[in-house]
T-cell receptor, first 111, second 111 residues
Framework: GEDVEQSLFLSVREGDSSVINCTYTDSSSTYLYWYKQEPGAGLQLLTYIFSNMDMKQDQRLTVLLNKKDKHLSLRIADTQTGDSAIYFCAEKMDSSYKLIFGSGTRLLVRP | DGGITQSPKYLFRKEGQNVTLSCEQNLNHDAMYWYRQDPGQGLRLIYYSQIVNDFQKGDIAEGYSVSREKKESFPLTVTSAQKNPTAFYLC??????????FGEGSWLTVV
């Protein structure tokens, strides 16, 4: 079945690294996404990775995929107060248009 | 500018009324989606469309209706049959390249 799970809350100090985790259940070829949502706004696509990749890096963002454990993580280096938001993990099977979301992780960055 | 436009940003509905939320995209995307987000929760799929004149029910389609007469437009009607419509509604669009983008959302409140 389709299910995406995330921890609900993460608090870090400004300048530290943040790691947000996600697990998914579908074993098909799939795309995995990270979105950021600020209060009252839509979702901003941060990055995505295909399930045949292990890692993807984009400036301060690093995505790691462990296919064996169906575990996805988003690392934000040098976390800033502007990174405070809700981060959503999402999964989409290659053969489908349907996007399945986790419940979101609220990241709080303390000065 | 290219992107996804949702309107109105805020909408109030009286009991028993139908209301329609607009979603327009100029990204030439084939797929379009409607999601509902309740406070402090993740996103739930209402309807999605892969091509003009075709759409599929998502996980919570009851009380909602959609149409896809044009590639760039995917309006959502919240009918009086939807008993708890107060929520944040998000429209998205995507292409075969698997990038999926969101609009800024519409707040619907029942008064």
């Amino acid at each position: 079945g389709e299910d995406v799970e995330q921890s609900l809350f993460l608090s870090v100090r400004e300048g530290d690294s943040s790691v947000i985790n996600c697990t998914y259940t579908d074993s098909s070829s799939t795309y995995l996404y990270w979105y950021k949502q600020e209060p009252g706004a839509g979702l901003q696509l941060l990055t995505y990775i295909f399930s045949n990749m292990d890692m993807k890096q984009d400036q301060r963002l690093t995505v790691l995929l462990n296919k064996k454990d169906k575990h996805l993580s988003l690392r934000i280096a040098d976390t800033q107060t502007g990174d405070s938001a809700i981060y959503f993990c999402a999964e989409k099977m290659d053969s489908s248009y349907k996007l399945i979301f986790g419940s979101g992780t609220r990241l709080l960055v303390r000065p | 500018d290219g992107g996804i436009t949702q309107s109105p940003k805020y909408l109030f509905r009286k009991e028993g009324q139908n209301v329609t939320l607009s979603c327009e995209q100029n990204l030439n995307h084939d797929a379009m989606y409607w999601y509902r987000q309740d406070p402090g929760q993740g996103l739930r799929l209402i309807y999605y469309s892969q091509i003009v004149n075709d759409f599929q029910k998502g996980d919570i389609a009851e009380g909602y209706s959609v149409s896809r007469e044009k590639k760039e437009s995917f309006p959502l009607t919240v009918t009086s049959a939807q008993k708890n419509p107060t929520a944040f509604y998000l429209c998205a669009s995507g292409d075969f390249g698997n990038t999926i983008y969101f609009g800024e959302g519409s707040w619907l409140t029942v008064v």
